[in-house]
C-alpha cells in the first residue's frame, strides 16, 4: 500500500502563491510516477503536473505552464507543486497521486493510470 498525504492549501488572493506538498510513503519500490490532479466543484478530474519517480522532467498542463513548478526529491519521498501568479479558476481541491504502470511515457499519464491518491487539499484564490 502507498500512503500520500497532502499539505499547503489554504486561501490566497489572485496573484498570490501557494506551494503544496505530498508525503509518500509505504510500499513505494513499485511506483513509477506522481502527479498532481485538482477538481473544481462540479467538475472532473483535471491533471495539473506529473513526473517519474527516478528521471526526467516534469509535464506541465498548458494551464499550468509558466506558472507552476513541480519539484520531486526522491530522498525523503516528497512531491512540492509551487504554483504562482493564481487566479481564481485555480480553486479547487488538489490531489497527489501515483501510479503503477510501467511503459507510458510521461505525455501519456492520464487519472486513470493513478492507482493511489491522497484526500486532498483546498486551494481557494479570491479575486
Known amino acids: 500500500q502507498v500512503l500520500l498525504v497532502e499539505s499547503g492549501g489554504g486561501s490566497v488572493e489572485a496573484g498570490g502563491s501557494l506551494t503544496l506538498s505530498c508525503a509518500v510513503s509505504?510500499?513505494?519500490?513499485?511506483?513509477?510516477?506522481v502527479g498532481w490532479f485538482r477538481q473544481a466543484p462540479g467538475k472532473e478530474h483535471e491533471g495539473v503536473a506529473h513526473?517519474?519517480?527516478?528521471?526526467?522532467?516534469?509535464h506541465y498542463s498548458d494551464f499550468a505552464k509558466g506558472r507552476f513548478t513541480l519539484f520531486r526529491n526522491t530522498f525523503n519521498g516528497t512531491l512540492r507543486l509551487q504554483m504562482d501568479s493564481l487566479n481564481p479558476t485555480d480553486s479547487g481541491m488538489y490531489y497527489c497521486?501515483?501510479?503503477?504502470?510501467?511503459?507510458?511515457?510521461?505525455?501519456?499519464?492520464?487519472?486513470?493510470?493513478?492507482?493511489?491518491w491522497g484526500r486532498g487539499t483546498q486551494v481557494t484564490v479570491s479575486s
Open positions: 513526473i517519474f519517480t527516478t528521471h526526467g522532467l516534469p
Open positions: 497521486a501515483a501510479g503503477s504502470i510501467s511503459g507510458l511515457q510521461i505525455d501519456q499519464l492520464r487519472s486513470t493510470h493513478f492507482n493511489f
Open positions: 509505504g510500499f513505494t519500490s513499485n511506483v513509477y510516477y
